[in-house]
């Protein structure tokens, strides 16, 4: 395990000097592309803020409020003849929107149910099957300035309980 800590530890240099040795080959002003890259970055990350802003709040005060529990019960009888455990539909309900939330989430599930039982295994293929893709589509849209995301949110809805179906049929399927 030792060598590969040294090969990462080696790699990101050794990556670093080759972009500026390509880039001065290239006769490419290094420096100045990167500070220009930076003030593009800096001038991405003051455009997409307010958006950040006010979706973290959304989220917190539909977390604080319960309303993800209420939601997960009102669910809970069409998607438990499917097999999917009521104690993972939280986790589910608030992956799309907060990979935070979701992690703390994930957290609780784990101690209480622990990391080797089926809702800790669902739980967890879950967490990497999905995306925060409310978050990841406000950031990336708001970004570029895109106000309508058309089929993106519809589509993204589908592969997220695509990613639930599947994490626990892949969870009955490999551990009972």
């Known amino acids: ?8 530890a080696f790699f990101v240099p050794v990556f670093i000097a080759a972009i500026v040795v390509f880039g001065l080959a290239k006769k490419v002003p290094v420096y100045e592309a990167f500070i220009r890259g930076a003030k593009q970055g800096l001038d991405t990350v003051v455009r997409i803020l307010p958006y950040v802003i006010g979706f973290v709040f959304a989220i917190r005060i539909f977390t604080a409020s319960g309303c993800f529990d ?12 499917a097999g999917i455990p009521p104690e993972i539909l939280p986790l589910a309900l608030i992956r799309p929107f907060s990979g935070s939330a979701a992690i703390g989430m994930l957290t609780t599930m784990l101690e209480r149910y622990g990391p080797d039982s089926f809702i800790g295994r669902a739980a967890s293929t879950l967490m990497g099957s999905t995306e925060t893709l409310f978050y990841t589509t406000a950031l990336y849209y708001g970004s570029v300035g895109i106000k309508k995301t058309r089929y993106t949110i519809p589509a993204a809805l589908v592969s997220e309980l695509s990613g639930l179906l599947a994490s626990v049929a892949v969870c009955r399927l490999f551990f009972g």
């Open 1 to 8: 395990m030792q060598i590969m800590t040294q090969i990462s």
């Open 70 to 81: 209420y939601l997960a019960a009102a669910l809970s009888p069409i998607l438990k003849p």
